[in-house]
């Protein structure tokens, strides 16, 4: 099946959200925002959401992969809020099979900020079943989206910070590729890296703080008042 523009969907659920005849689109579409393409589908949440509830209203026709690729695709480039969201869809019993216990190891790392650990959840997520879910945990296109939340809720905390923690949270080795990565994502996060410390621009978050400068791990308490604060925005 050829995959549907985004006109097309926002289309299709404006006029036909309710009909079980449009979630094969739905799911060609959702897969579609898969991968490493230079020219992939962006993520449309609305979208992979109302896939999920069709899901729910036609049992017979629901997809416990393209549940899971939802949920990952919602951890990966959505707003915080955006994977309870669909989580709150699926049945229970699908949420205890894997790799959805891995998913959800990943998003309880990530809101507790324990981003290394977030990243060993995150590669462990696999299935035998569907390509789809290995092809967006390896992709790179995934992992620049990660990358550059992750430093972006740091920089809301921190003016300057030592380069060693952050590369453990983003998951890089070398200062070389964090310098790679910033020069080719996040020139408008980061103002300067040297070999001991980054310096993030001026942002809202950062400058209202007395605590900006700090030389060794993450203050995660700030952290996650940032994403809880985050989160109620989002859902508001």
């Not at 008042?225 to 989002?234: E, K, W």
Request: aromatic residues 8%; contains cysteine.
């Amino acid at each position: 099946m050829s995959v549907s523009s985004a006109a097309d969907v926002k289309n299709l659920l404006k006029t036909e959200g309710y009909n079980e005849s449009i979630i094969p689109q739905l799911e060609s579409y959702l897969l579609s925002q898969v991968g490493d393409s230079k020219d992939p589908t962006p993520y449309d949440f609305d979208a992979n959401r109302t896939l999920v509830k069709l899901y729910q209203f036609f049992p017979s026709k629901s997809n416990s992969n393209c549940r899971i690729v939802a949920g990952l695709l919602a951890v990966v480039y959505g707003e915080i809020s955006e994977f309870g969201a669909i989580s709150c869809l699926i049945p229970e019993n699908n949420k205890a099979e894997e790799p959805f216990p891995s998913l959800i190891r990943a998003v309880e790392s990530r809101d507790a900020c324990s981003f290394e650990r977030f990243w060993s959840a995150f590669h462990s997520i696999t299935s035998e079943d569907c390509s789809a879910i290995g092809d967006l945990v390896k992709s790179d296109h995934a992992k620049t989206a990660l990358r550059t939340s992750i430093l972006k809720t740091i920089s809301g905390t921190y003016k300057n910070i030592s380069v060693k923690p952050v590369l453990a949270h983003l998951d890089l080795k070398t200062e070389a590729e964090l310098k790679d990565f910033i020069k080719a994502n996040a020139s408008d996060i980061v103002e300067n890296v040297n070999a001991d410390s980054i310096t993030f621009k001026d942002n809202e978050q950062n400058t209202k703080r007395d605590k900006v400068s700090q030389e060794g791990g993450i203050d995660y308490s700030m952290i996650r008042g940032l994403m809880a604060s985050a989160t109620v925005a989002a859902s508001e």
